[in-house]
């Protein structure tokens, strides 16, 4: 970006932007990786995501889900704001910025055992700073394109009033706050708000009597690395499936032995690796992958959209499994059933709406998607009367059927060796360069 020579620029407080000190991303892959200072910062991801999963251990009731998922997403709406800084600013990426965000979702993670008793406060009070701090770090005169709510404040407002409002209020402005961030991820078109930027600039410009003469500035877009965005959401992914794999551990550990648990302990195992296989191997789970044109057939913004949504419901699958082992012999309460059912019919319900999106059309919908979805429905209102063997098994024929599904299409069943069969994607959009089968 041209900043014009002029010094007198400054003293008259215009709207002319300072160079960007990090460099923007045109998109195109790169070969890449997650160097070891982002790998580090996951592992507070880690740490909150087996500190949320364990609200669901109290019950879970009603209010346990609810305050779940508000913390779920406040939570990985601050992780997906520095990743996105490390993905795009690259070497440039300040570590001691990376390190202060990391000790700020550290103490957010540390507060969700408080809540609702205590630390809602200091948790709403740390989601602020690094979210106002992950809106700065960007520089003035650029525009995240890809993924614009990780420069905009809106959401963050609601949070702020919070600060000085008692619960069960303050959750209600928690929910707020989301909502507009998550309602700017579909509303808002990152190429749209560069336009509309660039015009307000050229027009400030042409209407100042003083620099009326002077080249308008010119807004930097930032693009994330295809091949590398990818790869983190890919992790993120293994870092939710880890949580399944420490809390089914830990129950069946912690248990009698016998042939009910060690049965309970496989089927969770089926589980996971099955959803292992569907989000990362045959799913539609958005990752752009390498060599690939960044465009699309999903906006940037949708797909990290459909992450957070899909990977919070392999968290709620987790957390539901772990119970399921734990009440082996016992009751299984209705907030368990849904825990596990629920989070399975909320997976197969973003699925769909992914395919969809995709273009794979009804047709698709129709084969695993929408039927499982339902059947999942249907073992969480049953859950209770069919107990923790009989819920853990539907989730595992659900989920077994729809890798079946996956596979059949994608040619693994097919003749010959792997190298020899072809791959064929049912949900591929043949009318853009990029299609969903190209995403993670």
């Not at 669901?56 to 601050?78: E, I, N």
Request: charged share 15%; net charge neutral; with cysteine.
């Amino acid at each position: 970006m041209t900043v014009p020579a002029d010094n007198s620029c400054r003293a008259h407080n215009t709207v002319l932007f300072v160079a960007y000190d990090t460099p923007s991303t045109d998109g195109r892959p790169t070969d890449r990786h997650a160097t070891w200072m982002e790998l580090f910062f996951d592992l507070v991801a880690v740490a909150g995501i087996g500190q949320l999963t364990h609200l669901l251990h109290r019950g879970p009731s009603l209010g346990d889900f609810g305050l779940y998922l508000l913390l779920y997403l406040a939570f990985w709406t601050v992780w997906a704001c520095m990743m996105l800084y490390g993905n795009i600013a690259r070497d440039h990426a300040r570590v001691h910025l990376m390190l202060g965000a990391m000790l700020g979702l550290g103490v957010m993670a540390a507060a969700v055992a408080g809540i609702p008793d205590r630390h809602a406060t200091t948790f709403a009070a740390v989601y602020v700073v690094v979210r106002a701090v992950a809106a700065q770090i960007w520089g003035r005169g650029t525009l995240v394109v890809d993924w614009p709510i990780a420069q905009l404040s809106v959401g963050v407002l609601p949070w702020i009033a919070s600060l000085w409002v008692p619960e069960p209020w303050k959750y209600g402005l928690w929910a707020v706050g989301l909502a507009l961030d998550l309602w700017l991820m579909f509303a808002v078109s990152g190429d749209r708000m560069m336009a509309g930027a660039q015009e307000a600039i050229d027009r400030r410009i042409r209407d100042s009597r003083r620099f009326r003469n002077v080249e308008p500035p010119k807004v930097k877009a930032l693009h994330a690395d295809s091949a590398h965005l990818g790869e983190r959401l890919g992790l993120y992914v293994i870092i939710v499936l880890g949580e399944g794999v420490i809390a089914v551990i830990g129950a069946v550990g912690g248990v009698q032995w016998n042939v009910r648990v060690l049965a309970l302990g496989f089927g969770a195992f089926v589980v996971l690796a099955s959803l292992w296989a569907l989000t990362l191997m045959y799913g539609f789970v958005p990752r752009l992958m390498t060599g690939e044109d960044p465009a699309g057939s999903i906006p940037r913004q949708h797909v990290m959209a459909l992450h957070c949504w899909i990977t919070g419901a392999i968290a709620t699958i987790a957390a539901g499994l772990g119970l399921a082992v734990e009440h082996a012999e016992g009751h299984v309460s209705t907030g368990i059933g849904w825990s596990l059912a629920g989070g399975a019919a909320a997976y197969f319900v973003i699925n769909g709406l992914g395919g969809a999106r995709s273009g794979a059309g009804w047709r698709w919908t129709l084969t695993w998607p929408l039927p499982c979805a339902v059947l999942a429905v249907a073992l969480g209102a049953f859950g209770p009367h069919i107990g923790a063997l009989g819920l853990v098994y539907g989730v595992v024929a659900l989920c077994v059927w729809a890798l079946l599904c996956q596979t059949h299409a994608a040619g693994v069943w097919g003749a010959g060796t792997r190298a020899e069969r072809p791959r064929r994607m049912p949900w591929r959009r043949t009318d853009h360069g990029v299609g969903i089968d190209e995403v993670l």
